[in-house]
């Protein structure tokens, strides 16, 4: 009988929940909701469970407090930690979340050793570090979800400044998952055609402006959360590249070798996501001025990766 395919959820709260759904409504494979929580993944996945016959999907469902059910996971996507309240910052929630992607990336390592191993929790670009130093799994094995995102946020954006379908809009937004990341406008086509064509410089900066601090903006009308449905959507649009083998050109949060000047960091670029993982960095050219925005991004994720290495070595 062949092995079916599992996905694994850490962290049960709205994203790890609309990830259920989503990975349910695409048939990617069972799916196994896992929070320290009780009740909560197991509450979520029953209720998901009731509408199996109505998506309709195949996918079993279930929910553990016991990271011993992530055994021989196929994907792992990790959202647990705390999530962001009006007035915070991503890099604010550094300390707590360290402590608790370590316990899970300790887990991760012992029950499912194979895994591809997506991180969405924040501050993003620490987060993926430290849950590749804490597996020690391969790089191409552990990759951030934040470049889908952030370009979708742009994409999503320039579409309604326009007035066009967003499916037709191709972004391209790199560097920290964070105030400084780097929407590439040169990069950015409508249907194929420049951005430029449609909109001004003005407008295009104030769009790069509102994509940087696109998650505040959700956090500060929620007021009791953050961002979740985008985020879900931007996870299992990696974990089906990955399952589907469908080598995807797609922003990601990957460990840096050398492309833009960058070795042993985490950072969003375009890269292919296929079957392998994390098959190849894109190394697109900058011009100076992009250049200098990417530098001052690396900077502050540098700040906060060295501070996980400070933590790893205590």
Do not use: W
Request: aromatic fraction near 6%; charge should be neutral.
């Amino acid at each position: 009988m062949a092995r079916r395919t599992k996905i694994s959820l850490v962290g049960a709260g709205q994203i790890g929940g609309t990830m259920a759904l989503l990975a349910a409504q695409k048939q990617l494979g069972d799916v196994v909701l896992i929070d320290v929580s009780e009740g909560v993944p197991q509450g979520k996945a029953l209720d998901l469970l009731h509408g199996g016959p109505i998506i309709p999907t195949s996918s079993a469902l279930s929910g553990s407090n016991d990271y011993a059910d992530l055994k021989d996971s196929d994907v792992v996507i990790v959202t647990a930690g705390l999530p962001r309240k009006p007035g915070m910052s991503r890099d604010d929630l550094l300390d707590v979340n360290f402590g608790i992607i370590k316990t899970v990336g300790e887990a991760i390592k012992k029950n499912a050793p194979n895994a591809f191993v997506l991180v969405v929790t924040n501050p993003l670009d620490a987060m993926v570090y430290a849950m590749q130093k804490v597996t020690g799994f391969p790089t191409h094995r552990v990759v951030g979800m934040a470049g889908v995102l952030d370009s979708g946020r742009f994409a999503a954006l320039v579409a309604e400044a326009i007035g066009v379908s967003a499916e037709d809009v191709q972004a391209l937004v790199m560097g920290g998952h964070g105030d400084t990341m780097v929407p590439l406008i040169r990069y950015c086509s409508v249907g194929g055609i420049p951005v430029t064509h449609f909109l001004s410089q003005d407008k295009l900066d104030a769009i790069s402006k509102r994509t940087a601090n696109a998650g505040g903006e959700v956090v500060a009308l929620l007021k009791t959360g953050s961002a979740f449905y985008s985020p879900a959507l931007s996870a299992i649009h990696m974990a089906e590249a990955y399952l589907k083998d469908k080598k995807r050109v797609i922003t990601a949060a990957a460990m840096l070798n050398g492309e833009f000047g960058y070795k042993g960091v985490y950072a969003g670029v375009p890269v292919i996501l296929g079957g392998n993982g994390l098959e190849k960095v894109i190394e697109v050219e900058l011009d100076a001025g992009e250049k200098k925005a990417f530098d001052a991004s690396m900077e502050a994720v540098k700040s906060l990766v060295a501070y996980i290495d400070k933590k790893l070595a205590e």
